[in-house]
Nanobody, 123 residues
Framework: QVQLAESGGGLVQAGGSLRLSCVAS????????MGWFRQAPGKEREFVSH????????MYVDSVKGRFTISRDNAKTTVYLQMNSLKPEDTAVYYC????????????????WGQGTQVTVSS
């Protein structure tokens, strides 16, 4: 069982930055692929980025490439999402999630979820 807790969301102007954090419980954090997803009102949950347990494999959705950076600190059982050059279309609830295997960008394949943190980008 893994429990996840996100933090770091908020209101920011377009062009600004936020850093999301997700702290995980459990002693096997380094064995999990960690993903960030987002969901805007009326839209389906969307893949943003994920990182393998070792941190050696990373993927981003095209819309955030060059602006967002995912990282993890296995000693702190924490995964981060640094978001720069934010745009109004980045507004959503951001969720971190965990699964045992690397590769899937489908939110349905992720087993453990945090409660989400709201990110609002004003124009």
């Amino acid at each position: 069982q893994v429990q996840l807790a996100e933090s770091g969301g908020g209101l920011v102007q377009a062009g600004g930055s936020l850093r999301l954090s997700c702290v995980a419980s459990g002693r096997t954090f380094s064995s999990y692929t960690m993903g960030w997803f987002r969901q805007a009102p009326g839209k389906e949950r969307e893949f943003v980025s994920h990182i393998s347990g070792s941190g050696s494999n990373i993927m981003y959705v095209d819309s955030v490439k060059g602006r967002f950076t995912i990282s993890r600190d296995n000693a702190k059982t924490t995964v981060y999402l640094q978001m720069n050059s934010l745009k109004p279309e980045d507004t959503a609830v951001y969720y971190c999630a965990a699964r045992a295997y690397y590769g899937s960008t489908n939110w349905r394949d992720y087993i453990y979820w945090g409660q989400g943190t709201q990110v609002t980008v004003s124009s």
